[in-house]
């Protein structure tokens, strides 16, 4: 943590697909969760929900089968089968993410965070496989959030407290999916693409 007025920048990392591989496993991860909270039929196409995030996706699905409310015990249940899961699965980096954050702790002119629509377990675990340390603090996950926007919103405000910085002149989000493009479209910030996929 930092206490200084210096006009800084400020970076939001997506995870999924921008510093990890874990597109793929975390998805897997997902669909057998659900599957093993007895939601036999699960349409797995996620990206066609209103909001591209772990807890809104799962009580779409789990509401939409039972007719049932997903509670915050059940919610942290299914969070703790996704980690299982992935604990089982090696995630690799994207090329050169641990090195540009590396580079970012010795420049002085940045900060950074973590804006995700994972869980939080699973995301830690992920930044665990690239050696991160972080404070929990950078790190917003949608666990009692739904959309990218209060994702990203909550990533930026809390980064203003931990790095003590009342604002930045720049505010980048780098990410791969076209909802990490419409978030930062919404928000009015700039925005980095990352792979050929979209």
């Known amino acids: 943590m930092t206490n200084n007025s210096e006009i800084k920048s400020l970076i939001v990392f997506d995870i999924d697909g921008t510093l990890t591989d874990s597109v793929v496993a975390h998805q897997q991860a997902f669909t057998k969760s659900l599957i093993e909270l007895g939601v036999t039929k699960v349409d797995s196409n996620y990206a066609e929900h209103k909001h591209h995030t772990d807890s809104y996706i799962a009580k779409v699905i789990y509401e939409g089968f039972f007719s049932n409310k997903l509670t915050q015990e059940l919610l942290k249940q299914f969070e703790e089968m996704i980690c299982q899961k992935l604990?089982?699965?090696?995630?690799?980096e994207i090329a050169g993410a641990r090195d540009l954050i590396s580079r970012l702790e010795l420049d002085s002119s940045f900060d950074y965070c973590f804006a995700t629509g994972s869980l939080e377990k699973p995301a830690k675990y992920k930044l665990d496989c690239l050696n991160l340390d972080f404070?929990?603090?950078?790190?917003?996950?949608?666990?009692?959030?739904?959309?990218?926007?209060?994702?990203?919103?909550t990533a930026i405000e809390n980064s203003k407290v931990?790095?003590?910085?009342?604002?930045?002149?720049?505010?980048?989000?780098?990410g791969d999916g076209l909802w990490d493009l419409k978030t930062a479209n919404n928000l009015g910030i700039e925005f980095k693409g990352i792979g050929k996929k979209n």
């Open 162 to 174: 931990y790095y003590q910085q009342e604002n930045y002149e720049r505010i980048i989000s780098i």
């Open 87 to 92: 604990n089982l699965q090696v995630i690799n």
């Open 135 to 153: 404070h929990s603090d950078i790190l917003v996950c949608s666990n009692d959030l739904n959309s990218r926007d209060d994702i990203v919103k």
